[in-house]
């Protein structure tokens, strides 16, 4: 498969916030592109927001008005996976973090879709060696793993599992480029791939030095900033990212190492037991106007 916009059509599972940006990321780099999702209410709902997207990114001058009503020709949102999944060329798997969910999307993927399809998993802590086996087709599965917000992050990274074919890995470094993005390949399954993996090394020191009144989460934030260049400081960007999602990546990474330093911060699932999820909650280590 070439990653070609004329040619080819990309099928995105699962109409979530990162499923649905990664699917008008492609619509808006030229190609056909479907989402499928279980809830016809969560599909209408990406609809909706994808339409308020690409309206702010018109306004703002990042996007003509012209692009934005292409891109929205180019998706086709659908409940029925098998109307869509026949003629699609590349999956991008974006469900729940739920292994024996994922497996159960592959291995019907794998009798779906045709021969030369490739099955990614945007996971972002499961390797797709958990999943590749139900498919069928071990050799073309690996992770394509965006980051949030998956219009803007420019980084994606591929992840190839010991049966991963390089085709497979060259094809979908080509798509992510074709996207716009600037990939990385991980050679070896890791828990929590780089990025994860580098951002939890600091929010653990930074929740470390926060919860032995060493500093304010405040000064932790302006010092990562102002001394480190970091766009954000950590607790910044635990709240961007979601302290549910944050807690949910240390669960599964701590399940694959059994490393007490990877469990979940006592202080982060307090927060989240509270409701503070964060900026999309208008409230976790700082409080936001929604």
């Known amino acids: 498969m070439d990653a070609n916009p004329g040619s080819t059509h990309i099928l995105v599972i699962g109409a979530g916030a990162m499923g649905a940006q990664i699917a008008m990321t492609a619509a808006l780099a030229g190609y056909a592109t479907s989402i499928n999702d279980v809830s016809r209410t969560q599909l209408d709902a990406a609809a909706a927001q994808l339409r308020t997207r690409t309206d702010k990114m018109v306004q703002s001058g990042k996007l003509g008005s012209g692009a934005a009503a292409a891109a929205h020709v180019r998706l086709r949102f659908s409940t029925e996976l098998d109307a869509v999944a026949s003629s699609a060329d590349f999956v991008i798997e974006a469900a729940t973090e739920r292994l024996e969910i994922k497996r159960e999307i592959f291995a019907v993927l794998g009798r779906l879709t045709p021969e030369h ?5 945007n996971s972002s802590t499961l390797g797709s060696s958990k999943v590749a086996a139900a498919s069928g087709r ?5 992770n394509m793993h965006f980051f949030n917000p998956a219009l803007v992050m420019e980084c994606v990274e591929v992840v190839r ?11 979908t470094m080509a798509l992510a480029r074709s996207l ?47 001394a480190l260049r970091h766009p954000m400081g950590p607790f910044e960007l635990m709240d961007l990212v979601g302290l549910d999602v944050v807690t ?15 469990a979940p911060n006592d202080a982060v699932m307090s927060l989240v037991r509270e409701g503070k999820l964060g900026r999309k909650s208008g409230a976790g280590w700082y409080t936001y106007d929604h």
Do not use: Y
Not at 138 to 142: L, N, Q, T
């Open 161 to 171: 599992h010991p049966g991963t074919s390089q085709a497979t890995v060259d094809t």
């Open 138 to 142: 071990p050799d073309r599965v690996c």
């Open 180 to 226: 716009g993005k600037s990939p990385v390949l991980i050679n070896r399954e890791v828990p929590g791939f780089i990025a994860n993996r580098l951002m939890g090394a600091v929010q653990r020191e930074a929740l470390a030095l926060l919860a032995g009144g060493v500093a304010s989460r405040e000064d932790i934030d302006t010092t990562a900033k102002g």
């Open 248 to 262: 949910d990546i240390a669960r599964a990474t701590h399940a694959e190492t059994g490393d007490p330093a990877d």
């Open 117 to 121: 399809a490739i099955l990614a998993t």
